[in-house]
């Protein structure tokens, strides 16, 4: 029988999933196929309605090796799951003859626990276990929750957390559910056979599309035991976030709280020196904190390393003793002992890799109002950590709708540990030099010069172990310049560090008024949020909504229901609003959104860079906001029909050197500092919009 062309297998899936093929769509899925057979690497850009998901997902299923599929978002894993994929597979089955299975796979604590909810969980500060369904009142808002997670488990099939409507609270579900480190294992676990996480995991083994999420592949490849099972192609969605969440996974933390809940929960299984050498420890890091300030620290200084070796050198001795001793009249010691060791371990594993002192990662103190004082380390880079565990042994595809910032994907690629892109023909890592355009030949020019030059370009490809990759952008369906307008503010001050921006916050008015509402405000903090909302809720007759006063999602539903209201908020909202239509016709920034100057990882990174002889500004604070400003222009053009205005209400994306780098990671918006122009449009847009309404 002759194999089913990749276009045929497109165009069933698109018909299936109720889709219109794209030519970015049909692009994609040849690179992605043409990636997967190379064994290569592709860094693929795919704007909002390509269709991006299928343009990975045919081509993957239709090689017909194993292949996991990392997103940053619920959201994205449950359209996979719960929509793509089975389309997908039903509209390929007659064309491939088979019907590939997949899975979704999260990490452990997003299970619930069977041993957990019918044992109970081991109580910190007594020995035995803690019966939150006896102790919790029925009528409060926690035993509620209790109750109907015990009627669910009878009668769900996966025990995962997300398939519980309505949710929970994180305290709710943390007494019904287990991280990996205080999972008994199947094996020992009465349980075991009925394990949600267990059933997941198998279920992963036998499916051909694994889904997942970057904290569990991140997971995989810093902690070395395999999480995910073996696979021939990685596909990474949502790649521009990738960075961020494998530095979370990789960071550390030490707060007083976590340090005494580890005491309570080890001092009961020890001995008593081991114990109160232990709780001697914790009290001496306690009385440090209390005192300490924000910031990074680039040196350990000498109260806290000594504070930091007690800690290790205690915890040390109670994880020998935890393995050495038990104590049968414990009610479940097994459960009680194994949360105890992954606390202990925690602790100690964080106070080790801080007195160690790596030059490869950055330490800092935080303070928060509620919940006190913290130590945290992270890596200074995670970009050698992905190059060698990422890039090995597999095809990888990264796609996103923004991986080209400043108009080249070599931003990306460096955080990523690739090398820059090479010239066309060339795979990235391999470029050879060129003559500048009307230079001199170099040496052995002409017909020999050049097959030479290629041989040596060739043994040079060879020798260079630097992951092979290629950077592709499909473009986007939508016709941005007559779909939308860039309007800088030009004419503003340029925003400070602190105070109130009075013209700012009077051009926001005009603009919301003008547009007669329909305004997605995207600010660079909560303060500068809510100062907004607060002026212009006293100045127009709209509906102002504020992140934090709903959930999020109640908030985008009443948003996206009513053409007058407004949204404000801060970060969740640069990358997390879908509302195509007329009821978002104006995204506003309130300013470039660098980060803080006293962000401790982010000015440690812009150090380090300049240390290294490059441009650390233009490598992490510009390219941070390069990335935050191309999602958050995304906002505003979600389907064919949209029409609207991006304000950027700082002059600096105008008048700054950096500010064509930044405007060249936004959508190709038509770009203008006219404000009396911008206001006509906008009046333009309401009026048809409201038109359409009628």
């Known amino acids: 029988m002759t194999k089913p062309s990749l276009p045929d297998l497109l165009h069933a899936a698109v018909t299936a999933v109720g889709g219109t093929e794209r030519p970015g769509q049909v692009t994609m899925a040849e690179a992605v196929a043409e990636a997967i057979d190379d064994d290569s690497h592709l860094l693929v850009q795919a704007g909002t309605g390509t269709g991006k998901s299928l343009g990975y997902l045919v081509p993957a299923l239709a090689h017909g090796e194993r292949v996991v599929v990392a997103t940053a978002t619920l959201a994205l894993q449950r359209q996979l799951v719960e929509r793509d994929l089975p389309r997908t597979v039903e509209a390929l089955h007659p064309l491939l003859r088979r019907r590939p299975e997949f899975a979704m796979l999260k990490g452990r604590s997003n299970y619930l626990c069977l041993h957990r909810l019918h044992e109970g ?4 500060e007594e020995d035995g276990l803690f019966d939150v369904f006896e102790s919790a009142a029925p009528t409060s ?42 999972c008994l294992g199947a094996s020992k676990c009465a349980y075991g056979a009925e394990c949600f996480a267990e059933a997941a995991r198998e279920r992963a083994k036998l499916a051909e599309v694994v889904v997942t999420n970057h904290a569990l592949l991140a997971i995989d490849a810093i902690e070395g035991a395999p999480v995910l099972p073996s696979h021939e192609v990685l596909v990474i969605d949502e790649a521009h976030e990738l960075v961020s969440r494998v530095t979370g996974v990789a960071t550390g933390e030490l707060t007083p709280g976590s340090v005494n809940r580890a005491v309570r929960r080890a001092a009961k299984l020890v001995n008593e020196k081991a114990a109160d050498a232990l709780q001697t420890a914790a009290e001496s890091f306690e009385r440090l904190m209390e005192l300490v ?27 020998t003793a935890l393995g050495n001793t038990r104590d049968k009249s414990m009610q479940d010691e097994d459960s009680v002992r194994k949360q105890a060791l992954a606390s202990i371990e925690n602790v100690h594993g964080v106070a080790e890799r801080i007195v160690a002192g790596s030059e490869y990662d950055v330490v800092w103190y935080e303070r928060h109002d509620r919940f006190g004082a913290s ?119 340029q925003p400070g560090r602190e105070g109130s921006r009075t013209d700012m916050l009077d051009e926001l008015a005009e603009l919301v008024e003008a547009a007669g509402g329909r305004t997605l405000g995207l600010f660079s903090s909560m303060r500068g949020a809510q100062a907004a909302a607060e002026a212009l809720r006293g100045r127009l007759d709209l509906p102002i909504l504020l992140q934090g006063e709903e959930t999020l999602g109640e908030l985008i ?34 300013r470039i959104p660098f980060p803080r100057p006293d962000d401790p990882l982010m000015s440690a990174r812009q150090k380090a860079v300049e240390e290294g002889g490059g441009n650390g500004f233009m490598a992490v604070a510009a390219t941070h906001a390069a990335l935050l400003m191309a999602q958050g222009a995304g906002r505003l053009v979600r ?31 038509w770009y203008t500092t006219d404000r009396n122009q911008v206001r ?10 409201r038109t359409a309404e009628s």
Not at 121 to 124: F, M, S, V
């Open 557 to 590: 539903r009443s948003f996206s229901g009513d053409a007058r209201t407004c949204l404000f908020g801060t970060l969740s909202l640069w990358q997390g609003v879908d509302v195509p239509g007329a009821n978002c016709q104006l995204v506003v920034m309130d």
């Open 141 to 182: 808002r926690l035993g509620k929750d209790l109750l109907r997670m015990r009627d669910w488990a009878d009668e769900t099939e996966t025990g995962d957390r997300d398939d519980l409507t309505p949710g929970v609270s994180d305290r709710a579900w943390a007494q019904v559910s287990v991280s990996s480190r205080e």
């Open 680 to 689: 006509r449009s906008l009046a333009a847009i309401d009026a048809a919009a």
């Open 121 to 124: 969980a081991p109580q910190d």
């Open 293 to 319: 300030l924000p910031g990074r620290l680039e040196e350990i200084p000498e109260d806290l390393a000594y504070a930091l070796m007690a800690l290790r050198d205690a915890s040390r001795t109670v994880i």
């Open 375 to 493: 130590l945290r380390v992270a890596p200074l880079s995670v970009s050698g950590l992905l190059r060698e565990k990422l890039f090995t042994d597999r095809a990888v595809v990264l796609t996103s709708a923004t991986l080209k910032l400043g108009g080249d994907f070599n931003g990306v690629a460096a955080s990523l540990g690739l090398p820059p892109e090479a010239a066309p023909g060339r795979p990235g890592g391999a470029e050879r030099a060129r003559p500048e355009p009307g230079g001199p030949e170099p040496a052995g020019s002409g017909a020999d010069g050049a097959e030479a030059e290629d041989a040596q370009a060739d043994r040079a490809a060879e020798e260079d172990t630097s992951p092979r990759w290629k950077g592709l952008d499909v473009g986007s369906p939508f016709d941005y310049r007559k779909q939308g307008i860039l309007y800088v503010a030009r004419h503003l001050a």
């Open 639 to 669: 389907a064919s029909g949209d029409r609207g205005v991006v304000a950027v209400l700082d002059p600096r994306l105008a008048t700054a050197r950096y500010g064509s780098f930044l405007r060249a990671s936004m959508p190709d918006f």
